[in-house]
């Protein structure tokens, strides 16, 4: 069977100009990919007729499927059904149901219909009209050969709506395409290439049908799996097996599978050992926290913070002993203990984290540069520490080690 | 003079495959429209050597300048160098630099390097290399007559990094470009149609060679002016001197220009004042604490946190009184104003701030729907509590909650 190939063209100069971000075409080819049509190429073009002409006759030249958007709007820097017509060699007809179709969109919003807004009712006549539910600019269907344009409207939610509905299953109608499946592993706590190394013999054995890529983020690493096969059944099934068959390789880096973030993940751990969690962060600022409570339902585990930022605070505040911080520093394993200790004691919480380092620009000294952070754990049976050396980004240490520490609950938390 | 035109090409499968939203070729194109060097095209091809060739060949026949982003990985999906090796018909070899650089990165963060990583230090001999202060994947810059390929990682802050601190200056001195600048007035606390009635009268007399575009983002409105001219100071001159016949048509909307942040604003007023300041929040859950604490040097002044998530901490920890939270509940004036009070006394700071409210999308009440938020400022000389009725979105709340607060305290501090 041929593979099927699509490609997807975007136009507007507010893309090109960078106001504009093109979120379209991101969710075109996700939406391609889950009924198996490969998208081989993305181009943007500004609104000039000759790269808009070069463009089609370029990604006719390589695909079957050109989905097209933007560039319809009323107004006359608008260029998308005129170079349609060129492209076809029609004319353009106001054609009666589009027209009917808009009359009662802005009878419904209780507007009337201008002369440029019943322009938008003529369409290239070698096109079928794509019906726009949301707004004035009708989607066109046009097929030439076995290969098939189709341009949309460039507002998202009116794309969306005619994709969804309309062209996406007269493509799976029109175009007969195997079937492909996408299975996300992800991993915390070790880099690409560590990553690459471990699982190296598992990659080297994987079937034909299986391709993998690495995709990596701050601090974590995902594993996409694709596969591809004659039905749905067997090909999930393929992945599940390879997917099984990794797990020996990668020790406890794997944190969760598809849309799983690690805080929601750790989340739904300590909500089913019916566990409370309280956090003492310094360096980290807050992010910590936030990263806890961005999950809907937190407040079922979560109790609770103390961001003791000042040194006095850390003493009068949390409690940490003057003795601790004076002999060995605020970044100091002593003190990462108490502080995790204390919050888990004065929170009446199962569980007490802390983070304290130095984030930077500043504060760093000889033996403690910027990057330095120490992280803890603390349960009733035991306390858990780990010193971090990150970079010289504030940023990214703030992150990083925020990450770091949800790490270590889910490592940490007993069984 | 000729106009320098740019293309960018966006390699990997994870954007093809809708995975990985491609937002490096946006920020890109607005970086180049800044400097004056207009795009003329976007193209995203996937991992595969033909068509990241193809893609090569077609942009340097349209194009002056060609950025490349992605595919610079250690593993053996990513084929960018391959590609840029047979492109520019020359070898690979280890560049001593680039190997110094990425074992010192190893280095600083404690790890050993292993052979794939070293293979990172590889590059094109026809490439003068681009560091990459903050990952393992140089940068490459060729030279083909009068053409440029810039070739740099996927990640999108090694490659802001990059593109920022070494790329464009190199453009802006290789390319002689029209004198552009733009200038950025940032507002908060008001809406872009309301901002765009208030300076209606402004705006439109404002001269030929000075554009306007607002750009709005959560919470925030941000006016660009855009002056083209023949030198560069006719230019700032010009764009200054309509910034301050702006002044007058926008009460205190305006909270910094540039590069300021909100909280770089507020933390510079605190700093310059003396004063320190101490949070509670609840229902932003670290949020808020995160982003004063983002900006470096905020320990001068920020001395602290208490996130008193659970009814319990609220009461028992930060100290509300219980006939408080149960007349009135946690999302309630008198509560937010205990709070607020308490934690400024409790942390011994000038200024306390607090937040209670339904970040949702649990918890709401017919009474208090989600997006109910109560804010506080507490001073020694006075209180100031508002009440905010935001959206059905968790982190939008969260967000804007947040920025709320830190405009509070903007408007609040003593003079």
């Not at 709007?73 to 017509?85: E, I, Q, R, V």
Request: with cysteine; net charge neutral.
């Amino acid at each position: 069977m041929k593979k099927i190939v699509a490609e997807i063209l975007a136009i507007g100069d507010e893309l090109l100009y960078g106001q504009t971000l093109d979120t379209n075409s991101h969710w075109i080819s996700g939406e391609l990919d889950k009924i198996g049509i490969k998208v081989i190429r993305r181009t943007t073009v500004g609104d000039i007729e000759e790269e808009i002409l070069t463009a089609f006759a370029e990604a006719e030249s390589r695909a079957d499927i050109i989905l097209i958007t933007g560039g319809l709007g009323p107004t006359s820097d608008d260029l998308t059904k005129p170079c349609l017509c060129k492209y076809f060699n029609c004319g353009l007809a106001i054609h009666p149901v589009a027209l009917a179709e808009i009359t009662e969109l802005f009878k419904s919003r209780g507007r009337e219909l201008t002369e440029l807004n019943r322009q938008q009712a003529a369409l290239p006549t070698a096109c079928e009209k794509v019906t726009n539910l949301l707004g004035t600019a009708p989607g066109m269907w046009f097929n030439k050969g076995d290969k098939v344009f189709v341009s949309m409207p460039g507002v998202p939610h009116e794309m969306k709506k005619m994709m969804a509905d309309i062209v996406l299953p007269k493509l799976m109608q029109q175009y007969k395409t195997p079937v492909i499946h996408h299975h996300i592993v992800k991993t915390v706590g070790i880099g690409e290439s560590f990553l690459a190394d471990k699982i190296a013999a598992w990659e080297k054995v994987l079937p034909e049908n299986i391709k993998l890529a690495y995709l990596p983020s701050l601090g974590e690493v995902k594993l996409r799996l694709t596969g591809v096969g004659a039905s749905s059944d067997e090909v999930k099934r393929d992945i599940e097996t390879w997917v099984e068959k990794l797990k020996p390789y990668t020790d406890n880096y794997i944190y969760g599978y598809g849309d799983d973030s690690l805080e929601s993940v750790v989340g739904r751990q300590l909500r089913e050992k019916k566990l409370t969690l309280s956090v003492a962060e310094s360096c980290t600022g807050g992010y910590l926290s936030h990263l806890i409570t961005s999950v809907p339902g937190s407040s079922d585990y979560f109790l609770g913070s103390m961001i003791p930022y000042a040194y006095e605070i850390k003493m009068r505040q949390l409690g940490v002993k003057p003795e601790t911080l004076e002999k060995y520093g605020a970044v100091s394993e002593p003190t990462i203990i108490e502080m995790a200790n204390i919050v888990r004691a004065k929170f009446n919480a199962d569980i007490g984290v802390a983070t304290s380092g130095i984030a930077g620009p500043g504060g760093a000294t000889p033996e403690k540069p910027v990057g330095t952070v120490w992280i803890a754990y603390s349960d009733k049976h035991q306390t858990v520490t780990r010193k971090l050396q990150l970079s010289q980004d504030r940023m990214i240490n703030i992150r990083m080690a925020s990450i770091a520490v949800l790490n270590l609950i889910r490592l940490s938390l007993p069984q």
